[in-house]
């Protein structure tokens, strides 16, 4: 079945805008580079989340769902984007929220997306940190819930299963038409990968129209071979609801573990570097979980020649910005404080 013939609940913008990026590419000597604005997909600031989003909440309605039901972490654009699309359908959202190891820092609990939950009054839920299964805790939930005589819709962390991958399908054929265009073929996609479903549905997309554009995801967490297999597994099981297309083999995936640094959420210096430069040059906000990463390899192939100047590269921008608000420290000045400094109201 082709990914046309399924329903869509309308939540985002578009086609979002496929651009060049003149500065970034001069400062970096290298080949050309665009971007896919999917960090302008318009719901509640955007991300990749979105376009799942609107093949799973066709499903949620079509099953008579009252609420969603997800996980991630506490800074989670995931859980962010669910809880806008869940009001946008009128129906409820609960997130489960794994705390992180890393920082006790009360402004990555308050700030960024979370706030954002609050203003969406996303029904929270907070676990330690360390959960080994964050979408067995929410199908647990959802068996209670059930039991209660609710209907809740269970959507994974990341809405990476077949139903949203279909997003990323669906995403390719808009960059084709896009490219196509422009006149120019894509060599080479750069993304973030967590959950995998991003990845998958773009290399099925691709694969369905025929296309053999290199897709080469970063990790944002775990290492390089868990998420090819998460990838792989993905493309396999939407090519068995699909029918018509087929996954490619294993060594096809291509992921790389190089950026992940200390682990999810955590940024390094690299990462910080690839948000400045690319904010400095381009005007463009990346973030510090999955775009700064992202964006650290995509300069890092370039610079070690991986990427050849005559290539064209497309970076492909999943969003996240509103996470910057919660890693204040990692930027210069954090939170105005020389202005602070200067109030003598404050005293
Ligand atoms: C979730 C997310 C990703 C990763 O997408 P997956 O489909 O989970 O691999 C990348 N970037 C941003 C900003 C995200 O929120």
Request: charged share 15%.
């Amino acid at each position: 079945m082709a990914v046309s013939n399924f329903t869509r609940f309308p939540l985002g913008h578009f086609p979002t805008p496929f651009e060049p990026l003149e500065a970034l590419s001069r400062s970096l000597g290298g080949p050309k580079l665009f971007i896919k604005r999917d960090d302008c997909t318009g719901l509640a600031f955007g991300g990749n989340k979105t376009r799942k989003l609107e093949y799973l909440l066709a499903d949620a309605v079509a099953q008579g769902s009252d609420m969603l039901v997800t996980a991630g972490g506490i800074q989670s654009n995931h859980v962010r984007q669910t809880a806008a699309a869940a009001r946008r359908a009128g129906l409820g959202c609960i997130a489960l929220l794994e705390a992180p190891a890393f920082t006790p820092d009360p402004v990555f609990y308050q700030s960024g997306n979370r706030l954002l939950d609050e203003v969406f009054n996303c029904q929270c839920v907070y676990l330690a940190a360390g959960q080994p299964d964050l979408n067995a805790k929410a199908q647990e939930y959802c068996n209670t819930l059930r039991s209660q005589g609710k209907a809740p819709y269970f959507i994974p962390v990341g809405g990476s299963n077949v139903v949203g991958a279909l997003g990323y399908m669906s995403a390719a054929e808009e960059l084709l038409q896009q490219t196509e265009a422009n006149g120019q073929a894509l060599d080479r996609i750069v993304l973030g990968t967590g959950s995998a479903g991003t990845q998958a549905g773009l290399v099925m997309g691709l694969r369905d129209a025929g296309v053999h554009t290199k897709v080469t995801g970063i990790a944002v967490s775990g290492t390089a071979s868990e998420k090819i297999s998460a990838v792989h597994d993905l493309c396999v099981q939407i090519g068995g609801y699909l029918g018509g297309v087929t996954a490619p083999e294993i060594n096809e995936i291509l992921v790389s573990d190089e950026f992940v640094g200390p682990g999810y959420g955590q940024p390094t210096n690299k990462t910080i570097e690839a948000i400045n430069l690319t904010a400095q040059t381009e005007g463009v906000l990346l973030d510090p979980v999955y775009t700064g990463k992202a964006m650290a390899g995509l300069i890092q192939m370039v610079r070690s020649g991986e990427i050849s100047s005559g290539e064209n590269v497309l970076f492909l921008h999943t969003g996240g910005a509103p996470g910057l608000f919660a890693y204040p420290n990692f930027f210069s000045d954090p939170g105005g404080l020389k202005a602070a400094a200067l109030n003598p109201v404050s005293a």
